[in-house]
C-alpha cells in the first residue's frame, strides 16, 4: 500500500499546500481526516488521553505513533519510549520533531525489545482490523510484555452509526472498511476495528487478560488497561 498517509503528515508537517486527506468508508459519504490532530500539543488532547499518559510507566511501546505527540510528551516526563510506526514518513517526522528512538515497522513483525507499557491512542487498535486479528494481536503483545506489564488503549462502541439496525451479515459490525485519498492517489481498501466494551471484555478474558476500564466520556469512547493473568 502506498504510503499516502506518511505523504499527507510530511505534507502538513512541511506546510507543502494545502491539500486534505480524505477517507471513503462504507457507511456513508467521504470524511476529511484532520491532520492538525496529530501535531497536538499536551494542552489540546483530551482527559482520555491525559489519563492514558499517566497510566503508563517503565520503558514504553508507542504503537501507530503517527507523528509522536504522545511519545514526546512521555519522553519528557523522563521516560523510556519507544515509537513505533508502519509509516517511514511518519518517522521521518518523529526524529525531526525530536522522538529519540522511532523504528518503522509493522508491530506484528516486531520482536525485538520486551516492554512495561504498550500504548495505542487515537483508536490504535483498530490497526487489527477483525476481532480475529485483535486475538493474535492480544497473545502477540504477551510476547512484548515484562512481567507486571499492561497493554492500554481506547476504542469505541460505534452501534450509533446504524440507528436502530445493525448490519446483515457474519462479521462483527466494529470492522469498517476504509480508504484514504490524497492529491488524487487513493490507497487500498483496509479494514479498522472498533470495539465494544462488552465484546472486548470477552475477547480478553478468553485470550488471558484482565481488562480494566479506566474512562468512559459519557458516549461512545472509553480507555482501558490490560493486563495478562500470568
Known amino acids: 500500500m502506498k504510503d499516502i498517509f506518511g505523504n499527507a503528515l510530511f505534507d502538513y508537517f512541511k506546510q507543502n499546500g494545502k491539500h486534505k486527506l480524505w477517507i471513503n468508508n462504507t457507511y456513508g459519504p467521504k470524511e476529511e481526516m484532520p491532520l492538525d490532530v ?13 489519563m ?4 503508563c510507566y517503565g520503558k514504553i511501546l508507542d504503537i501507530g505513533a503517527g507523528a509522536g505527540s504522545h511519545a514526546l510528551i512521555l519522553q519528557g516526563l523522563g521516560l523510556e519510549v519507544t515509537a513505533l510506526d508502519i509509516s517511514e514518513l511518519a518517522v521521518t517526522i518523529m526524529l525531526q520533531r525530536g522522538v529519540k528512538h522511532a523504528i518503522t515497522k509493522d508491530i506484528f513483525d516486531y520482536h525485538t525489545e520486551k516492554f512495561d507499557t504498550l500504548l495505542l491512542l487515537m483508536n490504535g487498535i483498530g490497526l487489527c482490523g477483525t476481532l480475529e486479528q485483535l486475538r ?4 502477540h503483545a504477551k510476547t512484548l510484555l515484562n512481567k507486571g506489564g499492561r497493554l492500554i488503549f481506547d476504542s469505541s462502541d ?6 436502530d439496525e445493525l448490519p446483515d451479515g457474519d462479521g462483527y459490525y466494529g470492522e469498517l472498511s476504509y480508504q484514504y485519498v490524497y492529491k488524487g492517489q487513493k490507497t487500498d481498501w483496509f479494514k479498522w476495528l472498533y470495539i465494544d466494551q462488552e465484546t472486548l471484555k470477552t475477547i480478553a478474558a478468553e485470550e488471558g487478560w484482565i481488562t480494566e476500564f479506566l474512562y468512559n466520556d459519557g458516549f461512545d469512547q472509553y480507555l482501558t488497561r490490560l493486563t495478562p493473568v500470568n
Open 52 to 55: 492514558a499518559l499517566s497510566r
Open 158 to 163: 460505534i452501534v450509533y452509526l446504524y440507528e
Open 136 to 139: 493474535r494481536f492480544l497473545q
Open 38 to 50: 496529530y501535531f497536538r500539543t499536551e494542552e489540546e488532547m483530551p482527559d482520555l488521553e491525559h
